[in-house]
């Protein structure tokens, strides 16, 4: 079962910079879109950001003009750029890539990577 393979958590300050990167452990064939996701404790899971195969971003209001997202189409790989962290930015952050249509669609997911910014 292929799944996809955070790295880039870690502690920093308020006001520091994180990468997050994610790369499949094996081959996914036609991604569709890829996207970042986070849980803090007692929430739910929540969109960060997402990237579609031509480019297209969506940004939760909250990370709009801190964060950036990014993807390597020919290594299948994702990247989370994190500027002026906030101590609410603490939480999981999850990868996340969709292949497929309708009752074809796969999601894939990682296992997640801690990010905790103090403050």
């Known amino acids: 079962q292929v799944q996809l393979v955070e790295s880039g958590g870690g502690l920093v300050q308020a006001g520091g910079s994180l990468r997050l990167s994610c790369a499949p452990s094996g081959t996914i064939y036609n991604i569709r879109d890829m996207g970042w996701y986070r849980q803090a404790p007692g929430k739910q899971r929540d969109l960060v950001a997402v990237i579609t195969s031509g480019g297209t971003t969506n940004y939760a209001d909250s990370v709009k003009g801190r964060f950036t997202i990014s993807r390597d189409n020919a290594k299948n790989t994702v990247y989370l750029q994190m500027k002026s962290l906030k101590p609410e930015d603490t939480a999981v952050y999850y990868c996340?890539?969709?292949?497929?249509?309708?009752?074809?669609?796969?999601?894939?997911w990682g296992q997640g990577t801690q990010v905790t910014v103090s403050s």
């Open positions: 996340n890539a969709v292949t497929g249509w309708g009752s074809a669609k796969i999601n894939y």
